[in-house]
């Protein structure tokens, strides 16, 4: 199982910028919430945006109002609209998911990370 990243990249401060991240594997079954955190130079990993499966979003207060976080649950995908990026918004972007797999032995749940896309938010 595995998480990629995809549109990360340079964009001016105002700008706007959409993460997308695409769960794969075999015997996936459920996802039960998929979401964004990012780590600055320095700085800790903290929580962006998250979303269950029934839609249920929670955002950090710095994006609130700018950021949109949204899932395709049939594609297993969640993407991330930027819009009005500020430069304090650059960092490593991570895909993050809650999923179970079913297999003939059962089921295991499992937290998955994606391999991080930068964003550079320019001045």
């Known amino acids: 199982v595995q998480l990629v990243e995809s549109g990360g990249g340079l964009v001016q401060d105002g700008g706007s910028l959409r993460l997308s991240c695409a769960a794969s594997g075999r015997g996936i079954s459920s996802i039960t919430a998929m979401g964004w955190y990012r780590q600055a130079p320095g700085k800790l990993r903290e929580l962006v945006a998250s979303i269950t499966s029934d839609g249920t979003t929670n955002y950090a207060d710095a994006v609130k109002g700018r950021f949109t976080v949204s899932r395709d649950n049939a594609k297993n995908t969640v993407y991330l609209q930027m819009n009005a990026p500020k430069p304090e918004d650059t960092a490593v972007y991570y895909c993050?998911?809650?999923?179970?797999?079913?297999?003939?032995?059962?089921?295991?749940?499992?937290?998955?990370w994606g391999q991080g896309t930068l964003v550079t938010v320019s001045s």
């Open positions: 993050h998911a809650d999923l179970t797999i079913t297999t003939i032995e059962g089921n295991s749940y499992l937290e998955v």
